[in-house]
């Protein structure tokens, strides 16, 4: 399928939200990097599995537990086949949040001791950044930040530097950021860290919704991602892990379904994948990202990625031409996602976001959970439009009617 | 509500011109809050004299409402008495603002000057008043 062929009539059908209208306008929604629209497909698996196959998982011989056993595991292979791993490696989480902490309390709490170093990156997340924090305090060891250029693309000097000084034990940073959309050379930067021993975690939480993803090309130790930022429902997220890693670690959390046998004093655990996965899971909610991974499939990542690319430009272009407007991170769409922060004079994002919702366009404003690249960035907030496939250039010309409706109103 | 309802001459006047912006160096009690949800910050800087408000100023960064109300509260209550500010609620705020029919998230905006005022006005009084004034408690608790 090329991009010509990309239907996004037929992608919007399926999507029952967007016929939604918000004060009487059509919903035009461009904040998926918080969280995407789900597809009818995904919400009737939501609801075939509760009205038809509800029961829990494992050890059970009966007929509702061995179809939802199976549908769950299916939803695993299903994952594992999307980024390319075994189904060993993939664990389910709550979401991406929870797959960084799991690792961050599990590994790195083993293996990192006082004096080490810890790096990530000026552009990550709040998730990617506190658990480390968290135990770089407990441990006495060092946590690091590879800076960003004015482009908000990663200083790869930097980080040669960074990496090459001693004790360095763990690299942890995004593929993409949440803020500027910039796209890190993910595969070289982990070869580089490889060469120096150091294990590295990708937070794919931007990027495995938005691009082809694959874990051993990139050859990453951990990533982290959520379903809901890729047409999947809240609740669950993935942690992947190389098995030899998942293989040598402590458990994370202790209790039922992780273990093989319990003893008074003593517990052999599970096999992989489930020694990380304590307790009833999210059944539900992994059963029907199984299908948000079929939707996602069918649509193709590569076709995603080239429609988002062109939109990116396309907005980009159309933006810049607003009249006091600041866009932050590069212009180059090779080097970045649909995710675009900007500003509008000295209106307060919050204020544009509150504008633009009469128009009934959805954007997000405020730090993004990124409160360190705000001050990287000399900013309190910034206003984000992101991108997803059933986005159109009709609403990116809604939004750029609108910023100017905004730029009238506050006479800029 | 409109947009440009919201948005009217006079918001954006006051965001822009702030009245009463800045700080007090000897001030009887400053106070700073904020809300997390979108990080808008409000300090009051208070100086009181013969139970009046005889100076107050704000400082802050945020949105155009929660500015902009900061410095017409920081209006509506200098050289007023204690008693009579004690009395100011939501209500009085919304209606000086001519946002009474706010959504609740931009609610918050608008009210975090009162509220940072108000908890400025109640620490100022715990700690000189030298009663534990139950009423006042009670006062601080419904408020938000
Ligand atoms: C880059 C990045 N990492 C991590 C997260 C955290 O995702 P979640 O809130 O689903 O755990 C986000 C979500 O905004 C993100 O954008």
Same mark, same amino acid.
């Given at each position: 399928?090329?991009?010509?062929?990309?239907?996004?009539?037929?992608?919007?059908?399926?999507?029952?939200?967007?016929?939604?209208?918000?004060?009487?306008? +059509?919903?035009?929604?461009? /904040?998926?990097?918080?969280?995407?629209?789900?597809?009818?497909?995904?919400?009737d698996?939501?609801?075939?599995?509760?009205?038809?196959?509800?029961?829990?998982?494992?050890?059970?011989?009966?007929?509702?537990?061995?179809?939802?056993?199976?549908?769950y595991e299916?939803?695993?292979?299903?994952?594992?086949?999307?980024?390319?791993?075994?189904?060993?490696?993939?664990?389910?989480?709550?979401?991406?949040?929870?797959?960084?902490?799991?690792?961050?309390?599990?590994?790195?709490?083993?293996?990192?001791?006082?004096?080490?170093?810890?790096?990530?990156?000026?552009?990550e997340?709040?998730?990617?950044?506190?658990?480390?924090?968290?135990?770089?305090?407990?441990?006495?060891?060092?946590?690091?930040?590879?800076?960003?250029? /004015?482009?908000?693309?990663?200083?790869?000097?930097?980080?040669?530097?960074?990496?090459?000084?001693?004790?360095?034990?763990?690299?942890?940073?995004?593929?993409?950021?949440?803020?500027?959309?910039?796209?890190?050379?993910?595969?070289e930067?982990?070869k580089?860290?490889?060469?120096?021993?150091?294990?590295?975690?990708?937070?794919?939480?931007?990027?495995?919704?938005?691009?082809?993803?694959?874990?051993?090309?990139?050859?990453?130790?951990?990533?982290?991602?959520?379903?809901?930022?890729?047409?999947?429902?809240?609740?669950?997220?993935?942690?992947?892990?190389?098995?030899?890693?998942?293989?040598?670690?402590? +458990?994370?959390l202790?209790? =039922?379904?992780?273990?093989?046998?319990?003893?008074?004093?003593?517990?052999?655990?599970?096999?992989?994948?489930?020694?990380?996965?304590?307790?009833?899971?999210?059944?539900?909610?992994?059963?029907?990202? =199984?299908?948000?991974?079929?939707?996602?499939?069918?649509v193709?990542?590569?076709?995603?990625?080239?429609?988002?690319?062109?939109?990116?430009?396309?907005?980009?272009?159309?933006?810049?031409?607003?009249?006091?407007?600041?866009?932050?991170?590069?212009? /180059?769409?090779?080097?970045?996602?649909g995710?675009?922060?900007?500003?509008?004079?000295d209106?307060?994002?919050?204020?544009?976001?509150?504008?633009?919702?009469?128009?009934?366009?959805?954007?997000?404003?405020?730090?993004?959970?990124?409160?360190?690249?705000? /001050?990287k960035?000399?900013?309190?907030?910034?206003?984000?439009?992101?991108?997803?496939?059933?986005?159109?250039?009709?609403e990116?010309?809604?939004?750029?009617?609108?910023?100017?409706?905004?730029?009238?109103?506050?006479?800029? | 509500?409109?947009?440009?309802?919201?948005?009217?001459?006079?918001?954006?006047?006051?965001?822009?011109?702030?009245?009463?912006?800045?700080k007090?160096?000897?001030?009887?009690?400053?106070?700073?809050?904020?809300?997390?949800?979108?990080?808008?910050?409000?300090?009051?800087?208070?100086? %009181?004299?013969?139970?009046?408000?005889?100076?107050?100023?704000f400082?802050?960064?945020?949105?155009?409402?929660?500015?902009a109300?900061?410095?017409?509260?920081?209006?509506?209550v200098?050289?007023?008495?204690?008693?009579?500010?004690?009395?100011?609620g939501?209500?009085?705020?919304?209606?000086?603002?001519?946002?009474?029919?706010?959504?609740?998230?931009?609610?918050?905006?608008?009210?975090?000057?009162?509220?940072? %005022?108000?908890l400025?006005?109640?620490?100022?009084?715990?700690?000189?008043?030298?009663?534990e004034?139950?009423?006042?408690?009670?006062?601080?608790?419904?408020? %938000?």
């Amino acid at each position: 399928m090329n991009v010509k062929e990309f239907d996004v009539e037929k992608i919007r059908n399926d999507f029952p939200i967007l016929k939604r209208s918000i004060r009487d306008k +059509p919903l035009i929604y461009l /904040d998926n990097a918080a969280t995407t629209q789900k597809p009818k497909q995904v919400i009737d698996a939501l609801i075939r599995y509760y009205e038809y196959h509800n029961a829990n998982i494992h050890r059970a011989a009966h007929t509702l537990s061995e179809e939802s056993t199976k549908a769950y595991e299916d939803a695993r292979e299903k994952v594992a086949k999307f980024i390319n791993a075994d189904k060993e490696e993939i664990i389910f989480v709550r979401n991406a949040t929870e797959a960084i902490n799991l690792v961050a309390y599990t590994w790195a709490r083993v293996n990192i001791k006082e004096g080490d170093r810890i790096v990530i990156t000026e552009f990550e997340h709040h998730s990617n950044i506190v658990p480390w924090q968290l135990l770089a305090k407990e441990k006495g060891a060092l946590l690091e930040y590879i800076r960003i250029d /004015d482009e908000g693309m990663l200083i790869i000097d930097d980080l040669h530097n960074l990496i090459s000084k001693n004790n360095v034990k763990m690299l942890s940073f995004s593929q993409m950021s949440n803020v500027l959309g910039s796209i890190a050379p993910a595969r070289e930067i982990i070869k580089y860290a490889h060469e120096h021993n150091i294990t590295t975690l990708l937070d794919g939480a931007q990027s495995v919704p938005h691009m082809p993803v694959d874990v051993k090309e990139l050859d990453c130790d951990f990533m982290a991602f959520s379903a809901h930022k890729m047409l999947g429902p809240t609740g669950v997220g993935v942690l992947y892990a190389k098995r030899s890693y998942l293989e040598s670690m402590p +458990p994370f959390l202790g209790g =039922g379904d992780m273990i093989k046998e319990v003893h008074k004093y003593d517990t052999r655990w599970n096999d992989l994948p489930w020694k990380y996965e304590a307790g009833t899971p999210n059944i539900a909610d992994v059963i029907s990202f =199984g299908s948000a991974i079929d939707y996602l499939l069918e649509v193709g990542m590569e076709n995603i990625h080239n429609y988002e690319q062109r939109l990116t430009k396309y907005a980009l272009e159309k933006l810049s031409s607003i009249k006091g407007l600041e866009i932050y991170g590069t212009f /180059d769409v090779k080097k970045r996602g649909g995710i675009v922060s900007f500003n509008l004079g000295d209106i307060h994002p919050h204020d544009l976001a509150t504008i633009l919702d009469e128009d009934g366009i959805a954007i997000r404003s405020g730090h993004h959970c990124a409160q360190p690249l705000m /001050d990287k960035l000399n900013v309190a907030a910034t206003s984000r439009a992101s991108f997803y496939l059933y986005n159109t250039k009709e609403e990116i010309d809604a939004l750029v009617n609108s910023l100017e409706r905004a730029r009238m109103i506050f006479r800029i | 509500m409109g947009t440009s309802d919201i948005y009217r001459e006079i918001i954006l006047d006051y965001y822009r011109n702030p009245r009463n912006y800045g700080k007090i160096d000897d001030a009887d009690v400053v106070i700073k809050d904020s809300n997390p949800l979108c990080g808008d910050e409000i300090e009051m800087h208070i100086k %009181f004299k013969d139970g009046k408000i005889s100076d107050i100023k704000f400082n802050g960064k945020g949105c155009a409402i929660s500015q902009a109300s900061a410095s017409m509260l920081t209006e509506i209550v200098m050289k007023k008495s204690i008693d009579e500010v004690r009395k100011i609620g939501k209500n009085d705020i919304l209606e000086s603002l001519g946002l009474q029919n706010l959504g609740p998230a931009r609610i918050k905006c608008a009210l975090l000057s009162l509220k940072t %005022f108000k908890l400025a006005l109640y620490s100022y009084l715990a700690n000189n008043m030298n009663k534990e004034d139950q009423e006042l408690k009670d006062e601080a608790s419904k408020l %938000f």
